[in-house]
T-cell receptor
Framework: DADVTQTPRNRITKTGKRIMLECSQTKGHDRMYWYRQDPGLGLRLIYYSFDVKDINKGEISDGYSVSRQAQAKFSLSLESAIPNQTALYFC??????????????FGPGTRLTVL | GENVEQHPSTLSVQEGDSAVIKCTYSDSASNYFPWYKQELGKGPQLIIDIRSNVGEKKDQRIAVTLNKTAKHFSLHITETQPEDSAVYFCAASYNQGGKLIFGQGTELSVKP
């Protein structure tokens, strides 16, 4: 979805390196999320933010940190990458639609490989 | 916390047949159940959702049913087409959306 952009789209790095994944959205939503996707495990929530001053841990936050720089920007950092953080990472944003549901919109994903 | 189980993990059907994907959830407080379709190389996209005050919802060839007593919900795709081939995820939330717990995904393959 062009309304949610993620950079980079692909990244290969080495164990121990610091990595930052960036997300921007133009939907004007307050809520943003970071998920990790692994085969057979679905999408698991890493961190979420319901507004600029609100940051919450998700199911699997260990080894990750986030920064909400503005309403439109939410970045995910791996302070010291390890091989089992190799995965597909998705950013999402959500807002209440006409039906009254808080619908999530996903970015195209970042494929991260840690060697 | 909430847990969502999704079955089957893979599903292969012939073009024109129907496909059914099932999910169960653990938290009886959950009240919002979206379904997402993920095509190769793309992020998940919402295709249909249902809230707990409704038992069934349809949108053209897709429908979702919800059984709150049994804590089951299902996605039904009729008259499948090759472009329906994708990975489908169910999810559950107790706050009309927002923080979602996802199922493990179903890889649907529609053979011409």
């Amino acid at each position: 979805d062009a309304d949610v952009t993620q950079t980079p789209r692909n990244r290969i790095t080495k164990t121990g390196k610091r990595i930052m994944l960036e997300c921007s959205q133009t939907k004007g939503h307050d809520r943003m999320y970071w998920y990790r996707q692994d085969p057979g495990l679905g999408l698991r929530l890493i961190y979420y933010s319901f507004d600029v001053k609100d940051i919450n841990k998700g199911e699997i936050s260990d080894g990750y940190s986030v920064s909400r720089q503005a309403q439109a920007k939410f970045s995910l950092s791996l302070e010291s990458a390890i091989p089992n953080q190799t995965a597909l990472y998705f950013c999402a944003t959500s807002g209440f639609d006409g039906s009254g549901a808080d619908t999530q919109y996903f970015g195209p994903g970042t494929r991260l490989t840690v060697l | 916390g909430e847990n969502v189980e999704q079955h089957p993990s893979t599903l292969s059907v012939q073009e024109g047949d129907s496909a059914v994907i099932k999910c169960t959830y653990s938290d009886s407080a959950s009240n919002y159940f979206p379904w997402y379709k993920q095509e190769l190389g793309k992020g998940p996209q919402l295709i249909i959702d249902i809230r707990s005050n409704v038992g069934e919802k349809k949108d053209q060839r897709i429908a979702v049913t919800l059984n709150k007593t049994a804590k089951h919900f299902s996605l039904h795709i009729t008259e499948t087409q090759p472009e329906d081939s994708a990975v489908y995820f169910c999810a559950a939330s107790y706050n009309q959306g927002g923080k979602l717990i996802f199922g493990q995904g179903t890889e649907l393959s529609v053979k011409p």
